[in-house]
């Protein structure tokens, strides 16, 4: 009984060892597995920390790229919306060198004519001349007497006196003509048609009336000054007249007016009575009205109607 008891004693002190050996070589793997793992997450923290912060610049690069193309979006809408004011200033200079040629072209015409009558007027007097010639020539010829010879004469005289008053009332009229235009240049609604100046009729008065505007008064003025410069010039014995002519368009009148001739025509007087007021003889002055009967324009456009609806001054010899 006792060597049953101290062989189990025996066995008893043999394992004991054993399993602490064993046991301690388990809390060894576990502490390495441990640290193991510690490790490989402190490494994974690192390397998703370095991400977040790429991510991060990529994010802010990327909201700046935005911004910048946002900036060029608003910069191509400024340059857009330029584009489009420059078309429009493109635009307005080509229709204004339009305007321009259009205005060169009739005032060289206009020269065109006035040279013509020149030549017309010097072919005139060239001819009188000539026939002075003939008109001696024959008179010595037939052996007048001295009175007929006297009387031809008077009549020769009579002739040249004439056609030096022509000859000079034509002088006056260029004159007249280029101080008009060099007043009037650039003006809407005044063009210069032959030898007329045309004033749309609504820089002178409001629809369907006879009463000067302000503004067509300060119009009248200017041309009354004009025309008194040039008077103070002519000779008395010239019998010079200003015609002042008054159209319409074609529509009918309603209201005060029965017609568009007794419109024209009291617009041509009023414009007459204060030319009147401002110096101008009512003797150098006619007023003539002539409705729609003496249309510029044959359309029915408004711009066609705006047209026809004038006032036209002409200085001429009686």
Not at 89 to 96: E, F, P, R, T, Y
Not at 129 to 153: I, P
Not at 264 to 275: E, G, M
Request: proline fraction near 2%; glycine fraction near 4%; hydrophobic fraction near 40%.
């Amino acid at each position: 009984m006792s060597f049953t008891r101290g062989k189990r004693n025996r066995d008893d002190i043999d394992i004991w060892p054993g399993f602490v050996d064993a046991l301690s070589t388990v809390l060894l793997v576990f502490i390495f597995v441990l640290v193991g793992f510690i490790s490989s997450q402190i490494y994974l923290s690192g390397i998703i920390f370095d991400k977040d912060s790429s991510l991060s610049d990529l994010q802010a690069k990327l909201s700046d790229v935005c911004s910048l193309l946002n900036l060029e979006k608003n910069k191509n809408a400024e340059l857009n919306d330029k584009n489009v004011n420059l078309l429009r200033q493109i635009n307005d200079l080509n229709d204004a060198i339009s305007t321009l040629q259009t205005m060169f072209s009739d005032e060289k015409n206009l020269r065109e004519k006035e040279h013509k009558v020149k030549l017309s007027l010097q072919e005139q007097i060239e001819n009188l001349t000539n026939q002075l010639k003939d008109v001696m020539t024959a008179l010595a010829a037939e052996h007048k007497t001295a009175e007929e010879q006297k009387k031809a004469l008077e009549n020769i005289k009579k002739e040249n006196i004439k056609l030096n008053e022509l000859s000079k009332m034509s002088s006056y009229k260029s004159e007249f003509f280029d101080k008009l235009q060099s007043i009037l240049e650039g003006r809407d609604g005044i063009k210069v048609v032959g030898d007329r100046f045309v004033f749309q009729a609504e820089l002178f008065f409001e629809s369907a009336s006879d009463e000067l505007s302000d503004s067509g008064k300060k119009q009248v003025s200017e041309l009354a000054n004009v025309v008194k410069e040039i008077g103070d010039k002519i000779p008395q014995k010239i019998n010079w007249i200003l015609r002042v002519d008054g159209h319409t368009d074609s529509r009918p009148i309603k209201g005060k007016f029965a017609s568009n001739w007794e419109l024209s025509a009291a617009r041509a007087i009023s414009v007459v009575k204060y030319l009147v007021e401002n110096g101008i003889s009512p003797k150098h002055l006619v007023a003539a009205g002539f409705g729609e009967n003496q249309p510029i324009s044959s359309g029915n456009s408004e711009q066609d109607y705006a047209k026809n609806r004038r006032i036209e001054f002409k200085l001429d010899e009686r």
